[in-house]
C-alpha cells in the first residue's frame, strides 16, 4: 500500500509544475512586410490559444498595404515599427522590446495550433532548454497532414545526426530572453545568411541547448512555391552560405536545399492550380487567379 507521505510527494510536484508555467511569461514577436492577406489568420489563431500570450508584438517593415491596419484591430496587439528594411532589423526591435521571459517568434502566414504557447511554456520549465523549434506543414496545400511528414523527419535527422548544423526555424521558434541578450552582440548583420539560422549556430556555439519538439507543430503557407526557378535557387543558397560564413563543414546544406529543390520541383505545379479555399485543384481557379508577386526575400533591403 502507498504511504500518505507519497501521494503529498507527487502532489506537491505538480503544484510546483503548475506553478512553474504560470510564472513563466512569454511574448509573441512577428515581422511583417505587405502581410494583409496572411496576418488576420495568423492573429485569430492567437486569440484561440489555450494559454494566451503575455505580449503580442506586430514589428511593421515599410508596409504599404493594410496589413498595420488590420494588426490594431487587435487590442492586445502592440504595434512597432523599424524602418530599415530586412526582417533581420524588424526581428531585433520585436525582441529588444519584449519584456517576458521567453520570445516566441513567427512569421505572419503563420498559424499556430491551439495549445502552441502551453507547450513552448512546458518545453522551458526544463531550464537547460535555451531556444525551441519545431515543424510545419502547409496549410494552403492539400494533404496537409502529408506534407508535415516529409517535413517533420528531415528535421528529426539533422537534429540527431547533424549536431554542427544547428538550426532555427523563423516561423515557429522559442528563445529565452536572457540568451538572446547573451547572443545578440555576436549575430551577423548579413544579408546573405537566413537570421534564424545564424541565431542558431551563434546560440550552439555557446554550448547551450536547441530543443526540437514534434508537437510544436504550426500550419504555414506555401507562397514561397511562388518563387521563379532562379529566386528559389538563391533563396536555397543561402542555406548554405548560413553555414559557411560559420566554417561549419557538413554535408547538410547540399543535403536540405536538394530535398527542397525537389519539393518545389513537385509543388509547385499543384500549388498553381490548387484553391485553398475550396480545398480542391480548378484550372478554372489558376486562370483567373491574379496572382500576388512572390514572396520578397525577407532578408533583402
Avoid at 525537389?262 to 479555399?277: F, K, N, Q, W
Wanted: charged share 25%; aromatic share 10%.
Amino acid at each position: 500500500m502507498l504511504k500518505p507521505v507519497f501521494f503529498l510527494s507527487s502532489w506537491h510536484s505538480i503544484l510546483k509544475l503548475i506553478a512553474m508555467k504560470q510564472a513563466l511569461t512569454l511574448s509573441i514577436v512577428i515581422p511583417v512586410y505587405n502581410e494583409q492577406h496572411y496576418l488576420k489568420a495568423c492573429l485569430d489563431a492567437i486569440v484561440h490559444q489555450t494559454v494566451p500570450p503575455d505580449e503580442v508584438i506586430v514589428v511593421d517593415n515599410n508596409s504599404t498595404d493594410s496589413t498595420v491596419s488590420i494588426a490594431q484591430k487587435y487590442p492586445f496587439v502592440k504595434v512597432l515599427y523599424e524602418p530599415k528594411q530586412s526582417v533581420l532589423y524588424a526581428r531585433n526591435t520585436g525582441f529588444e522590446a519584449v519584456r517576458t521571459d521567453v520570445i516566441g517568434r513567427i512569421d505572419a502566414d503563420t498559424v499556430l495550433q491551439s495549445h502552441w504557447v502551453e507547450r513552448v511554456k512546458t518545453d522551458f520549465l526544463d531550464t537547460s532548454v535555451a531556444a525551441v523549434t519545431g515543424p510545419v506543414s502547409y496549410y494552403d496545400m492539400p494533404l496537409a497532414w502529408l506534407n508535415f511528414w516529409l517535413d517533420h523527419p528531415l528535421r528529426k535527422v539533422l537534429k540527431h545526426f547533424a549536431p554542427n548544423s544547428p538550426f532555427l526555424f523563423g516561423s515557429n521558434m522559442a528563445i529565452r530572453k536572457e540568451v538572446w541578450q547573451t547572443v545578440k552582440p555576436v549575430l551577423c548583420d548579413d544579408q546573405t545568411v537566413h537570421e534564424d539560422l545564424d541565431l542558431a549556430v551563434h546560440i550552439n556555439q555557446q554550448h547551450k541547448q536547441i530543443l526540437y519538439d514534434k508537437q510544436l507543430h504550426v500550419g504555414a503557407a506555401s507562397r514561397r512555391y511562388e518563387d521563379s526557378w532562379r529566386d528559389f535557387l538563391r533563396y536555397g543558397q543561402m542555406y548554405r552560405a548560413s553555414y559557411s560564413k560559420h566554417d561549419l563543414k557538413s554535408v547538410v546544406p547540399r543535403l536540405v536545399t536538394t530535398y527542397y529543390t525537389l519539393g518545389y520541383l513537385m509543388l509547385r505545379p499543384t500549388r498553381a492550380l490548387y484553391d485553398p479555399v475550396k480545398r480542391k485543384r480548378s484550372l478554372a481557379y489558376a486562370l483567373r487567379h491574379k496572382r500576388e508577386a512572390a514572396r520578397k526575400n525577407p532578408m533583402a533591403h
